[in-house]
């Protein structure tokens, strides 16, 4: 039996080309179309293809979602100081913050979930374009917010054709990781 959430919200950002806004469509997807719950993604970057400052958002509820933007982070993920540094702000007082730990150094929070998700994905698949799918994993094996299941469905419908199996090794690998830390909400 799923827990009734009233709003649940998550922010992925990092630099352009990471594959964040990737990432939300699936989170997004997979809870609605194959959780039944409601959910809404939204998405910023900057003008540069790559480099440039990049980040999604998904709001989960079981009721209506009046507000399609994040207020109160839940979950922050940061992959770049940058995305670390301008939205730890917005997180709530008990929300979580993963950052990548290859990436970000200066921490504003001792409370900081440090993963070396570029490494993780490197280790898992041989492809660091694959770290998204380690943050997803990670993400959601932590809070549980969405089933591996529809998860994994998502990303099989979701990503490049022929990459499949290689973003749900990641996606694997992220989830396994989130085994031994402590679930969140």
Not at 29 to 36: F, H, L, N, Q, R
Not at 125 to 134: C, S, Y
Request: hydrophobic share 45%.
């Amino acid at each position: 039996m799923k827990t009734e959430i009233d709003r649940y919200e998550i922010r992925l950002a990092g630099a352009g080309g990471q594959g964040l806004i990737l990432a939300g469509i699936i989170l997004a997807e997979a809870v609605a179309i194959y959780d039944g719950r409601n959910a809404i993604q939204t998405q910023s970057y900057g003008p540069e293809a790559r480099g440039g400052a990049s980040r999604a958002e998904v709001i989960i509820s079981d009721g209506p979602i009046h507000y399609p933007k994040v207020m109160h982070a839940d979950v922050l993920l940061a992959l770049s100081q940058e995305a670390c540094d301008k939205y730890f702000f917005d997180l709530k007082p008990d929300g979580i913050l993963i950052v990548d730990s290859g990436h970000v150094e200066r921490l504003p929070s001792s409370q900081a979930l440090r993963l070396p998700i570029m490494q993780m994905a490197v280790e898992a698949t041989g492809r660091p374009l694959t770290a998204n799918m380690v943050a997803l994993g990670f993400i959601s094996g932590l809070t549980q917010i969405v089933s591996r299941p529809s998860l994994e469905k998502a990303v099989t419908a979701r990503v490049p054709k022929g990459t499949a199996e290689a973003n749900l090794k990641a996606l694997a690998a992220g989830w396994d990781a989130a085994e031994g830390a402590p679930k969140q909400r």
